[in-house]
């Protein structure tokens, strides 16, 4: 069932109406607290037309996308897709396989092909940390970082974070546990940088295998032991297993990684009552989660950040498109 935001914050006019001052979007740690406020105040914009019957802009009319993935996906690509069609963009998407030639080599042919089609906006995802802040110097517009590698995900942490303000009224103050596979998630490093600048307090709980080293001087109070790390949290967000991302034996089994790190009722019941759980999807049932908590909707944000995504995907083209217009004029 569609749910509608609760306890939305107030819109900020003042505060949307300023251009947003980043050509691309690569990274969270590249932005401000206000520059990611201004992001979230865009969203909640867009969010109600997600209930509209006829919910296309004509914001960006005449103006090009380009949805590049080198990496499998179905709901960011399909989420951006919505976003830049719903904002009347014409978009075009590109699924790139994997190729046996270097990464690097790959990457720089595709943008000078697709830069020589002068795109305004190109979303971009791929298996190597960095991809797209490379790609970013190759091309003339806007690049859209939709993951790279294990580094960051900025719209899945923009999305995670407007689904909670519009959930709980806000982030500041909140205990946010994110819970599983840090190691190889770049939907963690970009929550992390996100959450803690919009003033949570956010904890990693993780087997030490799939905890990175260095992980405590991110900002985040790292746990071993899942219950503790639970302990009074607002919001339980769970990763992936990422198993493609894995050489070697990270843990025994995944009966044994549900039995320590597996969120079901019983876990959950260590956080504080009423807590919200998320994952950024696809999940592994029974390996990070249970179903019964999975699909519990007085509990689980897991739909409603599907839907938000594009809401916030439609506010972060809005405010490329126009800090692209203003470099073109100034
Ligand atoms: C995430 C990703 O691709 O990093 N998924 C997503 O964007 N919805 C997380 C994941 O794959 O586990």
């Given at each position: 069932?569609?749910?509608?935001?609760?306890?939305?914050?107030?819109?900020?006019?003042?505060?949307?109406?300023i251009?947003?001052?980043?050509?691309?979007?690569?990274?969270?740690?590249d932005?401000?607290?206000?520059?990611?406020?201004?992001?979230?105040?865009?969203?909640?914009?867009?969010?109600?037309l997600?209930?509209?019957?006829?919910?296309?802009?004509?914001?960006?009319?005449?103006?090009t996308?380009?949805?590049?993935?080198?990496?499998?996906?179905?709901?960011?690509?399909?989420?951006?897709?919505?976003?830049?069609?719903?904002?009347?963009?014409?978009?075009v998407?590109?699924?790139?396989?994997?190729?046996?030639?270097?990464?690097?080599?790959?990457?720089?042919?595709?943008?000078?092909?697709?830069?020589?089609?002068?795109?305004?906006?190109?979303?971009?995802?791929?298996?190597?940390?960095?991809?797209?802040?490379?790609?970013?110097?190759?091309?003339?517009?806007?690049?859209i970082n939709?993951?790279?590698?294990?580094?960051?995900?900025?719209?899945?942490?923009?999305?995670?974070?407007?689904?909670?303000?519009?959930?709980?009224?806000?982030?500041?103050?909140?205990?946010?546990?994110?819970?599983?596979?840090?190691?190889?998630?770049?939907?963690?490093?970009?929550?992390?940088?996100?959450?803690?600048?919009?003033?949570?307090q956010?904890?990693?709980?993780?087997?030490?295998?799939?905890?990175?080293?260095?992980?405590?001087?991110?900002?985040?109070?790292?746990?071993?032991?899942?219950r503790?790390?639970?302990?009074?949290a607002?919001?339980?967000?769970?990763?992936?297993?990422?198993?493609?991302?894995?050489?070697?034996?990270?843990?025994?089994?995944?009966?044994?990684?549900?039995?320590?790190?597996?969120?079901?009722?019983?876990?959950?019941?260590?956080?504080?009552?009423?807590?919200?759980?998320?994952?950024?999807?696809?999940?592994?049932?029974?390996v990070?989660?249970?179903s019964?908590?999975?699909?519990?909707?007085?509990?689980?944000?897991?739909?409603?950040?599907?839907?938000?995504?594009?809401?916030?995907?439609?506010?972060?083209?809005?405010?490329?498109?126009?800090?692209g217009?203003?470099?073109?004029?100034s």
């Amino acid at each position: 069932m569609a749910q509608r935001p609760t306890g939305v914050k107030k819109t900020d006019e003042s505060a949307r109406a300023i251009r947003f001052r980043q050509k691309h979007l690569l990274a969270i740690a590249d932005l401000d607290r206000f520059e990611a406020e201004n992001l979230l105040d865009r969203a909640e914009k867009f969010a109600p037309l997600l209930d509209e019957r006829v919910k296309k802009l004509d914001t960006l009319r005449g103006r090009t996308l380009i949805n590049l993935f080198f990496e499998n996906s179905t709901r960011t690509q399909s989420s951006f897709e919505l976003a830049g069609k719903r904002m009347g963009a014409d978009v075009v998407n590109m699924s790139v396989k994997s190729s046996s030639v270097a990464k690097g080599e790959t990457l720089i042919d595709t943008a000078a092909t697709l830069n020589a089609m002068r795109p305004d906006l190109l979303v971009v995802r791929h298996g190597s940390s960095g991809a797209a802040e490379l790609l970013s110097r190759k091309v003339d517009c806007a690049v859209i970082n939709a993951g790279d590698g294990k580094h960051e995900h900025p719209t899945q942490a923009l999305l995670d974070a407007f689904t909670i303000r519009s959930r709980l009224g806000g982030v500041e103050g909140l205990i946010i546990a994110i819970c599983g596979d840090v190691l190889h998630s770049r939907v963690a490093r970009s929550n992390v940088a996100l959450l803690t600048l919009l003033g949570a307090q956010v904890r990693l709980i993780g087997p030490p295998t799939l905890m990175p080293a260095g992980a405590e001087k991110w900002g985040a109070k790292v746990f071993h032991d899942m219950r503790a790390g639970l302990k009074d949290a607002d919001v339980v967000m769970m990763l992936r297993v990422q198993r493609e991302r894995m050489t070697g034996g990270f843990f025994p089994s995944a009966r044994e990684y549900f039995w320590f790190y597996g969120l079901d009722e019983e876990k959950l019941r260590h956080a504080k009552p009423g807590a919200l759980v998320m994952h950024p999807g696809p999940m592994n049932r029974g390996v990070e989660i249970d179903s019964t908590v999975a699909d519990n909707a007085s509990v689980s944000l897991i739909e409603t950040q599907v839907r938000m995504g594009v809401a916030v995907r439609m506010a972060v083209l809005e405010a490329l498109a126009e800090s692209g217009a203003n470099e073109e004029r100034s």
